[in-house]
């Protein structure tokens, strides 16, 4: 709980007081906020979105009030606390989760209460596919949008033969998949396919030893969290580092892992949608923003929920701030288009996933200090049709 004290701090500033006029907007935040291995990314994704909407309630008349509830990484707790934020707080829309465990309960519990919900983080491909609703938005990723473009990028580096590593879960699979098919198509091989079990783990030297013995040109893997650390590190441990080049889904070398991981980071190469060294004049202003308030470095959830409150605040002055009509304001969603932390951002009405940059980037030591340098920047990445049919 300790780590979200940045985000229960800021309630307060953002307009949850008994002051607050009828004719504030009402949005219901579910987060992980003591249970489960996302309550960090939660906190930063929330610390985001409120400062996106602090922006918003000193300039307007019109004043947003965020409630929160704690999922605590659960899928049966999530739906309940969504029935209290709709039903008990009256909230006009909903805003989260994390993670795709909690996120099926809750896109069921949209569609049937026709409740606007806004994905800051999960990126379950089938969410804005084949399980879509009009009713839920995403702000972040599908898992095949970020990884889509990363093979082809691979294969002009002369990578040609690659293993893949990642845990047998959902996303592993998923990310996978989507790095697969480009590469394979365009002439690829995968020498090999390793999928640990999800959950902790220390070790990953059987599988290491697996890549030593098969020496293709590269490697692709995606590990979340403290175990993305113990796979950098061990990466560079056994040697691998120095011939065989290691690529992976961004989020292994995320600003939050960086500092743990140190100078085995150096040299991996990754993919994701956000990097804290974006050149754009609202990127700039968040980073000062955000590490001037919290006292931490920015990361890719953060950016994420910032974005995601900028999107919302577009849409609320669209409708001149009331979403009695809920329909309206998904549509005044979908009609938004802003710059972002990550670049121009808007919501694609065929599938209701997010159109962004995509940016390749490598972990190098500057100053002494590790960070993320961008190497290709891809332009207004979408979803191809998958599925989705409202």
């Known amino acids: 709980m300790a780590r979200f004290t940045g985000a229960m701090a800021a309630i307060a500033a953002i307009g949850i007081c008994s002051t607050a006029t009828a004719q504030d907007a009402r949005i219901g935040m579910l987060l992980p906020m003591s249970g489960g291995p996302f309550v960090q ?3 930063d994704v929330s610390d985001g979105f409120d ?21 605590t990484h659960k899928p049966d707790v999530a739906q309940a606390k969504a029935k ?3 039903f008990e707080d009256k909230a006009d829309f909903l805003v989260g989760p994390i993670a795709a465990t909690e996120l099926t309960a809750l896109v069921t519990f949209a569609g049937q209460t026709k409740t606007p919900l806004i994905i800051p983080n999960s990126g379950d491909n089938s969410v804005t596919g084949a399980r879509c609703t009009e009713w839920v938005l995403r702000t972040s990723f599908s898992n095949d949008q970020i990884v889509r473009n990363m093979g082809p990028w691979m294969l002009k580096q002369k990578y040609k033969r690659v293993s893949i590593i990642a845990f047998d879960y959902s996303a ?40 030593k013995e098969e020496k293709p040109d590269a490697v692709f893997a995606f590990f979340p969290g403290s175990p993305g650390v113990a796979f950098v590190k061990q990466y560079s441990d056994y040697g691998l580092k120095v011939s065989i080049p290691l690529t992976v889904g961004g989020w292994v070398i995320s600003p939050q892992n960086l500092p743990a991981e140190g100078d085995a980071a ?26 001037t308030k919290y006292g931490r470095s920015v990361s890719e959830y953060s950016a994420q929920g910032y974005d995601t409150g900028k999107l919302v605040v577009a849409a609320l002055k669209s ?16 009609s938004a288009k802003i710059e972002g932390t990550r670049g121009s951002i808007k919501i694609d009405p065929k ?6 940059d995509i940016y390749v980037f490598k972990a190098e030591k500057v100053d002494g200090k590790m960070q993320l340098s961008i190497i290709e920047r891809f332009a207004d990445v979408q979803d191809p049709p998958n599925g989705c049919k409202f």
């Open 51 to 71: 400062l996106a909407i602090q922006e918003y309630n000193d300039s307007s008349a019109q004043k947003v009030r965020v409630f929160r509830e704690d999922t």
């Open 319 to 334: 409708v001149g701030g009331k979403i009695t009509d809920k329909k309206a304001f998904v549509n005044a969603i979908h």
């Open 172 to 211: 592993g699979r998923e990310i996978m998949e989507g790095f697969k098919k480009p590469f394979t198509a365009n002439g690829g091989e995968i020498v090999s396919e390793q999928y640990p079990p999800f959950g902790p783990i220390s070790d990953f030297g059987p599988y290491l030893t697996k890549i």
């Open 351 to 356: 599938t209701n996933n997010i159109i962004q």
């Open 41 to 43: 990314v939660g906190a």
């Open 266 to 291: 150096a040299g991996i190469v990754g993919i994701l949608n956000y990097v804290p060294l974006i050149d754009n004049p609202v990127n700039r202003v968040f980073r000062q923003k955000f590490e």
């Open 84 to 86: 209290k934020l709709l």
